[in-house]
């Protein structure tokens, strides 16, 4: 089977009936970018540039992080790349970052992190969106902001790098030739919002991880709640399918980043729901890019909204059923 993915590796993937989909990998540390060119993903969906804060024993200094950036970019070539801004704070807490407020969330998945944490930290984003804007110098930048919650945040967030653009011309330096900004959709408000975003954004990207958690108020680690963190569940599917209408007709791009997307059965209901991009973890972009080649779109789309309509009594087994009928 390696060898047969081996043999993906520079095949673009198309469905039966010619619908590109975007296999990209997710990615996080320098160790990572070779994975890129072995895999033979389209890009990187999601990069995690928290994982340098996260293996550092200081804050990464400017220029720490402005080559590292670089290197993913120079990796990548002509391959797109998306930097998610830092995700610490919550249960990915920096012994370095004293936690200001003086005391542990009691929910740190729902706490002081991410966008929330870098908004009110304005030196740790903008020390970021500087390295980040100097290694993209001549060309194009994708950030992402991870946990926005409403779109004020996206805004507040954005400004930071528009400032950052203002300072870095006035000294001159070279540019990105374009910057594309986008959020993670993984808190559940922002998606009653969405009309209101939409039209500021060049992507947007969902992050089932925390998406699902937050969905059913069920921890992503918890073992005693894996039943009910289920991302076939029709509670999911329907949610994402309503994303999906949401999207439809804007220019903005669509896509999926959580873990979800890597799994077979979940990568087929994506799909179903009309996603054409998936970000995954690189072991899985050969088995992905296998499967996407035996899918016929119309066929699991129509499957889909049967499904979504008059849910089965197991989502899983549904799947999975129509899969080996279609010879899947
Ligand atoms: C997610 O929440 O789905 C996601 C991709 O981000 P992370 O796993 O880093 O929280
Ligand atoms: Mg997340």
Redesign the pocket.
Known sequence: RQAAYAKLRDVEPFTRDGQRIQVMMNAGLRDDIPMLSLTGADGIG?F?TEFQFLVSAALPARDRQTRLYRDVLDAAGTKPVIFRTV?IGGDKQLPYLSNEYGREDENPAMGWRALRLALEREGLLKVQARSLLEAAGGKALNVMFPMVSEPWEFEAAKAVFEKQIVYLKTLKRKLPEAINYGVML?VPSLAEMLDQLIPQLSFISI?????TQFLFAADRANPKLAERYDWLSPAILRFLARVVQATAGHRVELGV??EMGGRRLEALALIGLGMRRLSITPAAVGPIKELVRQIDTAQIGAAMSRWLANPPPDMRAALSDWAVQQGI
Do not use: K
């Open positions: 999601l995690r995700d993984e992050g089932t991880n925390d998406l980043c959580g």
